[in-house]
């Protein structure tokens, strides 16, 4: 019930194009979902979270879309650009406890 | 503003070696500590966290262990490594108080051989 089911594994698209990566969670206590950007050989860093509370929060081209009754929540990047080309991790976790589940990681290149 | 150092970046280590991976923050006080391991091209796996000196939860049964002798420092250590034992170890901490927002540092990147 901890887990987060990430897809896909890897995406392939070309410059412009909107990739969308997809998360999927059984866990109804968790009630904050961070997406995660890593570049190789970096750490993961925080790209953009949402609470429950909202359907769709937006980041300058990264949107996160949240279906509460699916469990479901998504990242989409608008006008994808090469240097987005990055591994992406979305999360859950719940509120006063400090542990985050993560999902298995998006592997994202973009061509020009 | 806080940030996160995690030593060393790099590191070959033979089989039966002992190991040290240490992690410090600056800039805040009492976080929670964390040591994640990512083995190639795979997700983010929990090793430790910590709430505080001395206070050590483990996730998966292993050959590691970790410490936390300071408030802002946190230690991963093995007696004796293991090949099942490479592969790219993260320090993050968050803030006590403000949820779940989990900060990683540049990671370590171990190949035992």
């Known amino acids: 019930q901890q887990q987060v089911k990430q897809s896909p594994q890897s995406l392939i698209v070309q410059k412009g194009g909107i990739p969308i990566i997809n998360c999927a969670y059984e866990n109804t206590a968790f009630d904050y979902f961070p997406w995660y950007q890593q570049f190789p050989g970096k750490g993961p860093a925080l790209l953009i979270a949402?609470?429950?509370?909202?359907s769709e929060k937006k980041e300058g081209r990264f949107t996160i879309s949240f279906n509460k009754s699916a469990k479901q929540f998504s990242l989409h990047i608008m006008d994808s650009q090469p240097g987005d080309s990055a591994t992406y991790f979305c999360?859950?976790?719940?509120?006063?406890?400090?542990?985050?589940?993560f999902g298995t990681g998006t592997k994202l290149q973009v061509i020009p | 503003s806080q940030t996160i150092h995690q030593w060393p970046a790099t590191l070959v280590q033979p089989v039966g070696s002992p190991l040290s991976l240490e992690c410090t923050v600056e800039g805040t006080s009492n976080p929670n500590l964390y040591w994640y391991r990512q083995a190639a091209g795979r997700g983010l796996q929990l090793l430790f966290y910590s709430v505080g000196i001395g206070q050590i939860s483990s996730e998966v049964p292993q050959n590691l262990s970790a410490s936390r002798p300071q408030d802002r420092q946190f230690i991963l250590s093995s007696k004796k490594l293991l090949l099942s034992d490479s592969g790219f170890y993260l320090c993050?901490?968050?803030?006590?108080?403000?949820?779940?927002?989990?900060?990683f540092g540049e990671g370590s990147w171990l190949t035992v051989v």
């Open positions: 999360a859950a976790g719940t509120g006063g406890y400090q542990k985050v589940t």
């Open positions: 993050a901490w968050s803030q006590e108080s403000s949820g779940n927002t989990i900060y």
């Open positions: 949402i609470r429950p509370d909202v």
